[in-house]
């Protein structure tokens, strides 16, 4: 890892990065498409490595590494290279006829430099995306991988550096310090993916330059599970994204809320699924490992509270936890006080939905929020009653991965969005313009003003 880069050489890299972006070469729509066509072909030649450097790293089999990374990225980069041309277009808006002769228009600007920060639980993914965005946007693009998936950042480090210039995008390893001397320098925004405390870090320096921020961040997304549902799709569909990556999924069900009634049936063929999926799981090759000690000491240090239902069981030399169910579990219990952010799934249970909707209003605003039942009613009443950056109703993680869908948090769980057409536009500006003529000019609106209030109020109208 190219750990060494030191302050001055970050703030020269910067400097670098303005000049060519000042040249206005990234500007042109050509431009930018030949650079997504190079990280296409940079991404579809070192596909192997890129899946050994995420094996190496978590534990992730090629199937579920190239399903939730690499095939991701690669969808982004080909809907961009196809929509780019329709989406930078100006679009023409309607003037109002108090501006007779007048046109409105919307451009999409390009920022400037940007600065994308990755965590390590996605750690190619991740970084890729906001990229697309940002070379769709015609920005030039500084990348900080996440120093916990070490392989894959220094993969990611030397791919960047053979496909393209520094001056256009570049990475920058290493943890806190090189991400300390990143964060000192002016941007044009910052891309920030990662834990809601250093997202407040991330906020803090950016406000010293009034740099906008986007934040992706995390917390505890909540699965309410009605009676009226399908009971083995539910299972198959929840075990799928709590267990996916080993739990270490930003969008992951964080817990169950089940209906009194169905409960147990549900824990019952909960248990099944783990089983089907994953056999004996420490030998399975579907199941991903935890990403560090310090990770595992924390989560199995979760494992104190509750009735275990099925798992349990660990190996800290591999950095295996099972895949863990636990009921009886408290609202004051700890595993209800921080994101889980591993393979701990407590359960609690409800009477009626007010309940759950109560619970999740009474916690910082979800990620994504998770409700099964056939039950249009209720269906409602938790998409009017509660607030979250996304919702899924009867399946999990889906509504991320369509393009068609921007994907964001809100309020602690992050701000702005991104995939699909929403990454073009969360790296532009969106500058307004209007293009006067010289046909006509309303003298009505200089000084002295000679027209009865009642008319300008009139005129107003027309605006
Ligand atoms: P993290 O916040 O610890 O680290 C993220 C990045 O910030 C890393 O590159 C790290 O080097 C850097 N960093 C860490 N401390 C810093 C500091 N003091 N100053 C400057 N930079 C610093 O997050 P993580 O552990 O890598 O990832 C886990 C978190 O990310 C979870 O909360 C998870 O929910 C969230 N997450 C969110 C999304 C999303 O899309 N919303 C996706 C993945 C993960």
């Known amino acids: 890892m190219n750990e060494s880069i030191s302050f001055d050489s970050i703030k020269k890299l910067v400097e670098k990065q303005k000049m060519y972006f000042n040249s206005g070469t990234c500007k042109s729509i050509k431009f930018r498409i030949e650079q997504l066509k190079k990280l296409q072909k940079m991404i579809n030649s070192n596909e192997k490595n890129l899946l050994a450097a995420l094996k190496s790293d978590l534990g992730k089999s090629e199937a579920e590494g190239y399903l939730t990374e690499i095939g991701f990225v690669a969808t982004e980069i080909n809907y961009m290279m196809r929509k780019l041309p329709e989406f930078s277009r100006p679009a023409k808006v309607r003037t109002s006829l108090a501006y007779l002769g007048a046109r409105s228009y919307i451009y999409s600007d390009p920022l400037g430099m940007v600065l994308i920060i990755g965590p390590w639980n996605y750690p190619f993914h991740l970084l890729m995306a906001p990229l697309v965005g940002s070379i769709a946007g015609g920005n030039c693009s500084i990348l900080k991988p996440s120093e916990y998936a070490p392989n894959t950042s220094e993969l990611i480090h030397n791919l960047v550096k053979d496909t393209f210039n520094e001056e256009y995008i570049a990475v920058v390893e290493g943890g806190i310090p090189q991400s300390t001397a990143l964060l000192h320098n002016r941007f044009d925004h910052i891309f920030f993916t990662g834990s809601p405390s250093v997202g407040k870090i991330v906020m803090e320096s950016a406000a010293q330059n009034l740099t906008p921020v986007t934040l992706e961040l995390g917390g505890k997304s909540p699965c309410i599970i009605d009676k009226d549902i399908n ?233």
Do not use: W
Request: charge should be positive; hydrophobic fraction near 35%.
């Open 231 to 463: 009971i083995e799709y539910t299972a198959r569909r929840i075990i799928f994204g709590k267990f996916l990556n080993a739990g270490q999924t930003c969008v992951a069900p964080d817990y169950l809320f089940v209906h009194h009634d169905i409960k147990d049936k549900l824990l019952e063929r909960l248990t099944q699924v783990i089983r089907e999926f994953y056999s004996t799981p420490r030998e399975s090759l579907d199941y991903a490992r935890i990403i560090n000690k310090q990770h595992f000491r924390r989560l199995t240090n979760l494992l104190q509270e509750g009735n275990i239902v099925c798992g349990g069981d660990y190996e800290e030399e591999n950095l295996y936890i099972a895949p863990t169910i636990i009921d009886d579990i408290s609202p004051d219990a700890r595993l209800m006080q921080e994101e889980i952010f591993g393979p701990i799934l407590p359960v609690m249970e409800y009477e009626n939905l007010q309940q759950a909707i109560n619970f999740v209003n009474s916690k910082p605003k979800p990620l994504a929020l998770y409700f099964f039942s056939r039950d249009k009613r209720l269906q409602n009443s938790i998409l009017d009653g509660t607030s979250s950056g996304g919702v899924c109703l009867n399946d999990t993680l889906s509504h991320i991965t369509t393009k068609y869908l921007p994907f964001g948090g809100i309020g602690q769980s992050g701000t702005g969005n991104y995939h699909g057409r929403a990454s073009f536009d969360r790296f532009v500006h969106k500058k307004s313009v209007l293009k006067q003529s010289f046909i006509y000019d309303l003298h009505a609106k200089y000084p002295p003003y000679k027209i009865p209030l009642s008319l300008i109020k009139r005129m107003l109208k027309l605006l």
